[in-house]
Nanobody, 121 residues
Framework: VQLQAYGGGLVQAGGSLRLSCAASGRTFSRYAMGWFRQAPGKEREFVASISRSGISTYYADSVKGRFTISRDNAKNTVYLQMNSLKPEDTAVYYC???????????????WGQGTQVTVSS
C-alpha cells in the first residue's frame, strides 16, 4: 500500500490548512486511518484517527475542537482540516493506515512520507 500526504505549507497563526492523504494498493475502506505529527526534536505524536466507515473519530486533546478528520472512501482519501492553527502545531504531518481508531502508532502498519506544516506567530 502507498500513502501520499499533501497540502502542507506555511500559514499564519489563526489560519487554516487542509491536509489530504491518498491511498493506493489496498481496499481503503477496510482500514482505519490516522494522522500523526512530529516536531523537530520531539517524538511523533498522535493527532486524529477515523474508523473505516468514518462514523467514529478520535482526537488528541491538543487539537480537539480545532482539527477535523474525515474520509472519502470513493476517492481513497483521508483529510485533516486544521483551523485556528497555532505555532505549536508546526510539525511534519504523517498519515497512516491501521486496524482501529487508536492513538498508538504501533497499531498502524503503513505510513505516508509526511507533509510539512509551519505556523508563524
Amino acid at each position: 500500500v502507498q500513502l501520499q500526504a499533501y497540502g502542507g505549507g506555511l500559514v499564519q497563526a489563526g489560519g487554516s490548512l487542509r491536509l489530504s492523504c491518498a491511498a493506493s494498493g489496498r481496499t481503503f475502506s477496510r482500514y482505519a486511518m490516522g494522522w500523526f505529527r512530529q516536531a523537530p526534536g520531539k517524538e511523533r505524536e498522535f493527532v486524529a484517527s477515523i474508523s473505516r466507515s468514518g462514523i467514529s473519530t478520535y482526537y488528541a486533546d491538543s487539537v480537539k475542537g480545532r482539527f477535523t478528520i474525515s474520509r472519502d472512501n470513493a476517492k481513497n482519501t483521508v483529510y485533516l482540516q486544521m483551523n485556528s492553527l497555532k505555532p505549536e502545531d508546526t510539525a511534519v504531518y504523517y498519515c497512516a493506515l491501521g486496524a482501529g481508531v487508536v492513538a498508538s502508532d504501533r497499531e498502524y502498519d503503513y505510513w505516508g512520507q509526511g507533509t510539512q506544516v509551519t505556523v508563524s506567530s
